[in-house]
């Protein structure tokens, strides 16, 4: 009697580290560290990239004579402040798109989580079996390098001297630009009731710009107020068009009676620089199977543009706004070298978007 | 709790039969002044104003003395005298000295050309004190654009405030707007900018391996030059897709270097205002 009490003790012990191990994921890391198929390969690489162990992985290609390592670690990591440098790869998913005895392909959706929200990242991967084990041919960045060079650039910058606090009562301030919402359209999500639209600094020089509204119901009271926060470009350089988004979750249009507007402009410091073109606009519909309008981004200015934000207007027929997407560019724009991009739309605004007009924002990470 | 003091003071005072004073009327804020009394003996004088109230021992029937610097601002000041036998009051008032300071709000700071009534120009007038002259007094407006000849107006104040509606110039450049009475004499600065583009039009000319497209100078309807840093936005539509460059306008012109593939359509617009299109034909 007196030994069957640690047995059970133990025996408790042992069933509970075992539950323990099975509920942490323990089979799943254990399968983890084999890389018998494509699949399981894929994973294992993913999941050391996940926990930084970048040496592992790097290992784990099958063409590490045609790949930099510190490249390779600088597509996760980021550089030169773009968004993954702030970012952190929360999760992947693997799909075998097709697999034969020697070779495979399969579907790596990257999962990160950055400082401006969810960014998701697909991306086609090639594996080769070598002996028993398989190895991920890594793409080789074909990318030509930009030559060191000095770069002239004069474009004009605007810098701001307000009235002083010591200035007497009277003493002239410079006033804040003149911005105008130039269209505006409420539009009914499943969801949500979404304000689109675009504005114009009309005035001589830079803008800071966001646009407020305020839903107002049958009897001209308040329902909800809500700003376009990042679905705009804040930084408007005289007569630029910025289009804006401002959504109001669960909400039905019906409810509304009116909508308030408002666009508030700063006077701010600001330079012309840098010039971002947007070539090869296409809406197409991707490799998942949604509907997005891609592109490529590129710098014509000599300075690197940290995190590239990209803003489009879509219009119909008639020339009104019927949706503003939006979406970060996780990589930093260096001069000359084209970054692709893709943004989302729905399907169903899809099949009315007539035009489209893409603008693009920057942001730049301060030390 | 002052203004319950006073009012205990100035009734204590007016029940009283006592020591009178005898100050001035009406005076000219930051002047001095002597006020009269009569009685005898140790006398206690209060002086109550606008945003001062002082107290001090006086002699009864002898002049008392206001410093100036007790009279600077404009409004009703009661004069209180307490002596053994009682207490007197008198009220005098202190009008704004002479018109020597000006307030000068111009609005706005930057006009389009040829607008319109679009700048105001809005002068307080006040004295050396900081107080509102409430009479009419002539304020003389003076506008001297950049390289133009000064003109000026005059305008009557009304309850201290003196006013101009201004139509800004055809031609750009800072405009002086003055304002002057007595020494005073403020100047602002208003700046007159481009209005929006006018005819805007594009070229196209092959460089090294690419279509550069630059607009013609680009001006407003009275000829002036839209300010360099204007967003000027290329729209390229070939078989490669759409490219899309917003270009802030350098010395006049914005110009960008393009590639096309086969044939092109390129618009141009600045803000909401559109220019012409071109076709091009580029290479394979």
Request: proline content about 6%; hydrophobic content about 40%; glycine content about 6%.
């Amino acid at each position: 009697m007196k030994r069957v009490l640690p047995l059970t003790l133990a025996v408790l012990t042992v069933a509970l580290i075992i539950i323990a191990w099975f509920q942490s994921g323990g089979v799943e890391r254990r399968a983890l560290q084999s890389a018998s198929t494509p699949q399981q390969a894929a994973r294992l690489m993913l999941s050391q990239i996940q926990s930084h162990k970048f040496d592992a992985a790097y290992n784990r290609l099958a063409n590490r004579n045609e790949v930099d390592e510190n490249s390779f670690i600088r597509e996760f990591t980021g550089s030169y402040g773009s968004l993954l440098t702030i970012s952190s790869l929360e999760g992947f998913d693997v799909g075998v798109l097709h697999a034969t005895d020697e070779e495979a392909t399969v579907r790596a959706k990257f999962h990160y989580a950055t400082g401006v929200g969810p960014l998701d990242d697909t991306r086609d991967l090639t594996l080769q079996r070598t002996g028993d084990t398989w190895k991920v041919v890594w793409p080789v960045d074909s990318r030509a390098k930009l030559p060191p060079q000095v770069i002239p650039v004069n474009y004009l910058r605007w810098d701001v001297i307000s009235r002083g606090s010591s200035d007497d009562w009277g003493v002239q301030n410079v006033d804040s630009p003149q911005v105008r919402i130039v269209s505006m359209n409420a539009i009914q999500r499943p969801d949500s009731v979404v304000l689109v639209g675009e504005v114009v600094n009309e005035d001589s020089v830079p803008a800071y710009v966001n646009v407020g509204a305020t839903l107002l119901g049958p009897n001209d009271e308040e329902l909800a107020q809500e700003s376009s926060f990042d679905k705009i470009a804040h930084t408007l350089l005289p007569r630029q068009v910025s289009p804006y988004r401002i959504d109001f979750p669960n909400m039905r249009l019906d409810k509304i009676k009116n909508v308030r507007m408002d666009a508030k402009a700063l006077l701010i410091a600001a330079s012309a620089d840098p010039v971002i073109a947007i070539d090869q606009q296409k809406l197409e519909t991707d490799a998942l199977g949604k509907k997005v309008l891609s592109g490529k981004l590129t710098n014509q200015s000599g300075q690197i543009v940290s995190i590239p934000h990209v803003i489009a207007a879509y219009y119909d027929s008639n020339g009104k706004v019927i949706w503003v997407s939006d979406g970060y560019v996780a990589q930093a724009l260096l001069p000359q070298t084209p970054v692709p991009f893709a943004v989302d739309l729905p399907p169903d605004v899809a099949k009315n978007v007539q035009t489209y007009r893409v603008i693009v924002n920057h942001f730049e990470l301060t030390t | 709790m002052r203004n319950t003091f006073s009012i205990l003071i100035v009734l204590f005072a007016s029940l009283a039969g006592a020591a009178e004073i005898h100050p001035p009327a009406q005076v000219s804020a930051g002047n001095s002044i002597t006020i009269p009394s009569s009685g005898s003996g140790d006398a206690t004088f209060y002086l109550l104003g606008p945003t001062m109230a002082n107290k001090r021992k006086v002699q009864a029937g002898s002049d008392i003395t206001v410093d100036s610097e007790q009279l600077e601002h404009a409004g009703v000041y009661t004069a209180v005298l307490c002596a053994s036998d009682g207490c007197s009051s008198a009220r005098f008032l202190v009008n704004p000295a002479a018109p020597n300071r000006l307030s000068f709000l111009v609005h706005p700071s930057r006009v389009p050309v040829d607008s319109p009534n679009r700048i105001s120009a809005v002068a307080f007038v006040q004295d050396n004190f900081h107080n509102f002259v409430l009479k009419p007094e002539a304020v003389k407006f003076s506008v001297q654009p950049k390289d133009g000849k000064e003109i000026s107006a005059m305008r009557n104040s009304e309850n201290g405030v003196a006013w101009v509606r201004l139509s800004s110039a055809k031609k750009e450049g800072p405009a002086r707007l003055g304002a002057s009475i007595g020494k005073a004499n403020e100047v602002r600065i208003v700046q007159q900018v481009a209005a929006d583009a006018c005819n805007l039009r594009i070229k196209a000319s092959r460089a090294k391996k690419d279509f550069v497209i630059e607009t013609d100078p680009v001006k407003d309807c009275s000829g002036n030059s839209v300010p360099d840093g204007t967003v000027v936005s290329f729209t390229k539509m070939d078989a490669t897709g759409k490219a899309t460059v917003d270009v802030p306008i350098k010395r006049g012109v914005a110009k960008v270097e393009l590639p096309i593939q086969g044939q092109a359509k390129i618009t141009v617009a600045s803000g909401v205002v559109t220019g012409n299109e071109l076709e091009v034909a580029g290479g394979e």
